[in-house]
C-alpha cells in the first residue's frame, strides 16, 4: 500500500469557476420527468451501460407501452424514453424495478458512472474494470450523504487505455500498467496515484466531500470545477480522508494519453455499433438484445458493444450483418459516428430548427470535415459533447452558424442560410 503524503500542495484546477444559480438541479431521472415538447421524458441511468439482455427488453417494454417507441441514448451511456403519457411515472418505475434497473429509488438520479465500454474485451486495457463498478455502484446506494449529488455528477472507470478519462468526471479512476491507479478530480492537472484495489473506497469519498464543499460555495454548485474557492478545501480533504481509512496516495502529474471510443465492426471478442444520433427503434433494439449472450455495453459515443467471448468468428459477422440490416453503423468508415445533434424540433421548444434531420440530410458533406459536428438547435447546446468538433447551431434568421476551433486564436465562425452549402462552409471554416 502507498504511504500517503499530508504535505503536498493540493491538486489545482485552472477552469474552476463558482457557480451561482437560482434554481436547484431539474436533472430528469426515473422517479422525476421532464415535461418536452413531444410528451414527458425519463432518463435511466445505467451505471457504465452495461445492460443485461433481460433488462435490455424491459426498456424496450417500456418505451412501446409508455413512450414513442424508441430508446434514445446518452453521452453518458445512459437511456432516455420520450413521448411518455401522462401519469406513467409509476407504472414505468414498477416495471423498471422489476428489471432491476431501480435498485435505490434515492440514489436513480446519481448513479452516473462511465467506464471503457471494451475493457476485458479486447486486450488493449491494463485492468478490467469490472470490479471497481460493482463496488462503486454498491457503496454509491449504500451513502446518505451521496444522495445530495447533482444529476450532472458524473464518475469514470477508465481500464488504462484512456477512452473515457477526457470525458469531463467529475471523479476519474484509470488503471495503470504497474497495477495502480489514478484519480483525478475534475479538470485537475495533477492525480492522486493509490492502489487499485483502494480504487473505489477513494472515488466514494471523494464525491461525498464535494457534497460538504458545495453547501458552502455560495450558490447551488453541480460539479467540481464549479467549486471557486473551496476546490482546495476538497482536495485538501480528499488526501485526508481517505488516509485515515488507511488508503495511501501520492500527488502526481495527470496522465493525459487519450483514445477515442470504439468504432463500428468487430473488436477482439465484441461488436460494436453505433446508433446515428443516439436514437434506436424498438426493432433495432430488439435486433441488439436477440444477438447478445449476455448483456449490452452503452456507450458514451451513442454506441453498443455486445460481448461475445463465445461465438466463433463466422457468427460474429453473422450477427454483425444481422444488426447492419436494421439500420444500425456497423462500417468503421462511416460518417454518422463524427455527427451529433440535440433532439431539436418537435421535441424541443426552444429549438429553431429540426436539427437531427439536418444532420441527416448532410450527412455526406459531413464527411469531409476533419472535426467531428454537433448540430444545436439553440445556444444552450445540450447534450454537447467535450472535445474539438464544429458547432452547428441554428440561428434566429432561420439558418446556422458554424464555429470551429483555430489552434490557440479565437475560434472561426461563418454563416449557413441554406444546408445545401455546408459541404463548402466546413471547407472554408476548418481549412
Known amino acids: 500500500m502507498l504511504a500517503a503524503v499530508s504535505t503536498a500542495a493540493p491538486l489545482s484546477s485552472p477552469q474552476a469557476t463558482p457557480a451561482l444559480r437560482d434554481r436547484g438541479d431539474a436533472c430528469p ?6 415535461a418536452a415538447d413531444d410528451g414527458a421524458l425519463a432518463r435511466v441511468r445505467v451505471p457504465v451501460g452495461i445492460l443485461t439482455v433481460r433488462q435490455a427488453h424491459a426498456l424496450a417494454a417500456a418505451a412501446l407501452r409508455l413512450g414513442d417507441g424508441e430508446l434514445h441514448l446518452t453521452s453518458r451511456g445512459n437511456v432516455q424514453l420520450r413521448g411518455l403519457r401522462d401519469a406513467c411515472s409509476g407504472e414505468l418505475a414498477g416495471l423498471l424495478d422489476a428489471a432491476g434497473l431501480l435498485p435505490s429509488p434515492e440514489h ?8 471503457s465500454p471494451l475493457s476485458g474485451l479486447d486486450g488493449r486495457g491494463t ?22 449529488l447533482s444529476g450532472r455528477f458524473l464518475f469514470a472507470l477508465d481500464d488504462g487505455r484512456g477512452d473515457v ?9 484509470r488503471a495503470t500498467a504497474d497495477g495502480g491507479a489514478l484519480m483525478s478530480l475534475g479538470s ?33 454548485v453541480w460539479r467540481i470545477d464549479e467549486l471557486g474557492s473551496q476546490r482546495q478545501v476538497l482536495t485538501r480533504a480528499v488526501r485526508t480522508r481517505p488516509a485515515e481509512s488507511g488508503i495511501g496516495s501520492v500527488r502526481v502529474r495527470k496522465d493525459m494519453t487519450v483514445t477515442g471510443g470504439p468504432p463500428p465492426g ?71 459516428p463524427g455527427v451529433g445533434a440535440c433532439i431539436g424540433r418537435p421535441g424541443c421548444g426552444r429549438s429553431r430548427a429540426d436539427v437531427r434531420a439536418d444532420a441527416a440530410r448532410t450527412l455526406a458533406a459531413a464527411s469531409g470535415s ?14 454537447h459533447p467535450r472535445g474539438e468538433r464544429v458547432d452547428v447551431v441554428a440561428t434566429p434568421e432561420g439558418g446556422y452558424r458554424l464555429t ?27 481549412s
Open 404 to 430: 470551429a476551433p483555430d489552434g490557440d486564436g479565437p475560434p472561426r465562425t461563418t454563416d449557413l442560410d441554406d444546408v445545401s452549402g455546408l459541404a463548402t462552409a466546413l471547407a472554408a471554416i476548418t
Open 108 to 115: 436513480e438520479r446519481v448513479r452516473s458512472i462511465v467506464a
Open 266 to 336: 468487430l473488436t477482439g471478442s465484441a461488436l460494436c455499433v453505433h446508433a446515428p444520433l443516439g436514437r434506436l427503434t424498438a426493432p433495432q433494439w430488439r435486433a441488439l438484445a436477440d444477438v447478445a449472450p449476455a448483456e449490452l455495453r452503452l456507450t458514451p459515443w451513442r454506441g453498443i458493444v455486445v460481448p461475445a467471448p463465445d461465438l466463433t468468428d463466422s457468427e460474429r459477422s453473422a450477427a454483425l450483418s444481422r444488426l447492419a440490416a436494421t439500420g444500425l453503423v456497423t462500417d468503421p468508415s462511416s460518417p454518422w
Open 29 to 34: 431521472g426515473t422517479l422525476r420527468l421532464h
Open 370 to 383: 476533419r472535426l467531428p459536428l454537433y448540430w444545436s438547435g439553440c445556444e444552450q447546446r445540450c447534450g
Open 127 to 148: 485492468r478490467d474494470v469490472r470490479s471497481w463498478l460493482t463496488a462503486l455502484d454498491a457503496a454509491l446506494c449504500a451513502s446518505a450523504v451521496s444522495r445530495g
Open 165 to 173: 478519462a477526457p470525458l469531463g468526471a467529475d471523479v476519474t479512476v
Open 188 to 220: 485537475a492537472r495533477e492525480s492522486l496515484r493509490i492502489a487499485a484495489d483502494d480504487a473505489p473506497r477513494a472515488a466514494l469519498p471523494a464525491a461525498e466531500v464535494f457534497v460538504e464543499c458545495a453547501r458552502h460555495a455560495g450558490g447551488r
